[in-house]
């Protein structure tokens, strides 16, 4: 036996401990109510096999996991450029910003309708939306990043014979990556809900449709797959997210570290 | 006398509008010097003189009011590699190691090449950083910051050191080595130096030339040559030159500070 450190500073016991204690809570409530109202856990679980076993909770998966990261991609792919230009130009600036500054507030599911009406029942709708969702918050963060860059560093590449395009690839790029970075994580957080309301409205599969057509048929504990899938599939692409920045940009994340 | 490196003519800086109501801040007024080959001038005076605004206008970052610089005979309109700056914050790239950060100015050059790596090489161990050229820069101290900024601007072999307080943030100890560090590269590379700082023993041990400023507007009072012998040690800071120079410098600051008591210290236009 280790001796050291109380039990409650070990994080997994800790983890252990407060999902142990979510389950416990969880089936007292679900034992006081009845399964429509409120499944067991069990239930859940049961649900969760058969769903599994007959192929249809991987094809909700799959089809809701196409679609965040097609329009994300896509999204970050024009917000980063964006954000960049509109960072270092004040032409461009001036000339985007009118547009930022009032489609960022319009939440994207008040779109959900009028892209049905443009895009059609296919999945370029619901991508459409995602790149909607994503490009304000990647944009809005770069051009952050952009206006943070360190003046002595700008300064010092001057001075070391860099012209304005090598200033920009290689001072102003780099010092916006932590941003950037920021910036498509709180995005993919974001095309989560995004994405449940568009597919409750318009669509024959993925999780949001789910959770909506099982309130149809009355059979609650398949919301609660689909809950417990969009909670999965949320916290498995953030640490494959956040893995993938650890092993390819993490010098630019010593930037923080500096001061 | 060697040739004339830096030519600073009829320095005025005003920071806003003079015409305009609230005015505008007189900075510097007529500053005039030249900076010889191979010579190290140390601009003395205390914070808020001007000292760095001189400095940004030989470098390049600052348009002067009236007045010109020229550099080898030439006017200065923007930064160049040949002039390099060291900041008195090391303004190192932190998501490049010590060596990608040395060899910024050869890549920004097309000149990636065997031979600036050599260069870059040869450097590192004359700023005594081998075994650290791979850490990134918050992984090493502020006197290797430091070192790690000298080697980068003299991997580009400028002829002019523009140096803006380096040592500034630096303990007593570190600064110490931090200049008889300088020193031994000035003996070896021989590039013309200005050094800003309002430390008067930094100025005296490492000036050929030092030249007093005061307060706003920013002013030369007096020029002082420093005929200490070379290579300098730092058994020179109780040789009787040396402290005779300090007492004309601390004297000349004294009278400084009763003026600003007086309220001369700052002029603004109104």
């Given amino acids: 036996m280790m001796k050291g450190k109380p039990l409650y500073e070990n994080p997994y016991l800790v983890y252990a401990f407060s999902i142990a204690l979510f389950f416990l809570g969880w089936f007292l409530l679900a034992s006081r109510t009845t399964p429509l109202f409120f499944p067991s856990p069990l239930l859940v679980l049961r649900a969760f096999v058969d769903m599994i076993r007959d192929g249809s909770l991987w094809g909700h998966i799959q089809i809701s996991f196409f679609r965040i990261l097609g329009g994300w991609a896509i999204g970050s792919g024009l917000g980063i450029p964006l954000g960049l230009l509109m960072g270092d130009s004040r032409f461009f600036k001036n000339l985007l910003n009118p547009y930022i500054q009032f489609f960022r507030f319009i939440p994207p599911i008040s779109f959900v309708t009028l892209s049905l009406i443009w895009f059609g029942m296919g999945e370029t709708s619901k991508i459409v939306l995602i790149i909607y969702t994503t490009i304000f918050i990647v944009t809005v963060n770069t051009i952050a990043g952009v206006m943070s860059v360190n003046p002595i560093h700008e300064q010092a590449a001057r001075c070391l014979g860099a012209n304005r395009f090598k200033i920009f690839t290689r001072v102003i790029f780099p010092s916006t990556i932590p941003f950037l970075l920021t910036g498509m994580r709180l995005a993919m957080g974001n095309s989560f809900m995004t994405i449940v309301s568009a597919e409750m409205i318009a669509a024959e599969k993925g999780l949001g449709f789910l959770i909506f057509t099982s309130r149809l048929f009355m059979q609650t504990e398949r919301i609660f797959v689909g809950i417990v899938s969009l909670g999965m599939l949320g916290f498995a692409v953030d640490s494959v997210f956040r893995f993938g920045i650890q092993k390819l940009a993490r010098q630019y994340l010593f930037f923080f570290k500096e001061k | ?270």
């Fill in chain 2, 1 to 270: 006398m060697p040739e004339t490196k830096i030519d600073v003519r009829g320095l005025c800086k005003i920071f806003g509008s003079l015409e305009k109501p609230g005015g505008g801040t007189e900075v510097l007024q007529d500053i005039n010097f030249a900076i010889g080959e191979g010579e190290i001038l140390c601009l003395l005076g205390p914070s808020g003189c001007g000292k760095t605004t001189v400095l940004n206008i030989i470098a390049g970052f600052q348009k002067p009011t009236q007045g010109e610089v020229r550099v080898n005979g030439k006017f200065v309109d923007r930064p160049g590699p040949d002039r390099g700056v060291i900041f008195q914050e090391h303004g190192l790239f932190p998501w490049r190691t010590a060596l990608q950060n040395i060899l910024f100015g050869p890549e920004m050059m097309g000149k990636q090449n065997e031979e600036s790596l050599a260069l870059a090489d040869q450097y590192i161990d004359l700023i005594g950083l081998r075994g650290f050229q791979n850490h990134y820069p918050h992984e090493l101290s502020g006197g290797m910051q430091q070192r790690v900024s000298i080697a980068r601007v003299l991997v580009n072999r400028p002829d002019i050191l523009l140096m803006d307080e380096p040592f500034g943030k630096l303990d007593a100890q570190t600064r110490a080595s931090m200049q008889v560090l300088l020193l031994d590269v000035w003996e070896k590379v021989r590039p013309t130096i200005l050094f800003i700082t309002h430390d008067i023993d930094e100025a005296i041990f490492l000036g050929d030339r030092i030249m007093v400023m005061s307060c706003r507007p920013g002013r030369v009072v007096k020029e002082i040559d420093v005929r200490l012998h070379r290579p300098r040690d730092y058994d020179v800071i109780t040789a009787p030159e040396y402290l005779e120079i300090k007492r004309t410098i601390l004297n000349l600051f004294k009278g400084m500070a009763q003026n600003q008591l007086a309220g001369q210290e700052c002029k603004t236009f109104a």
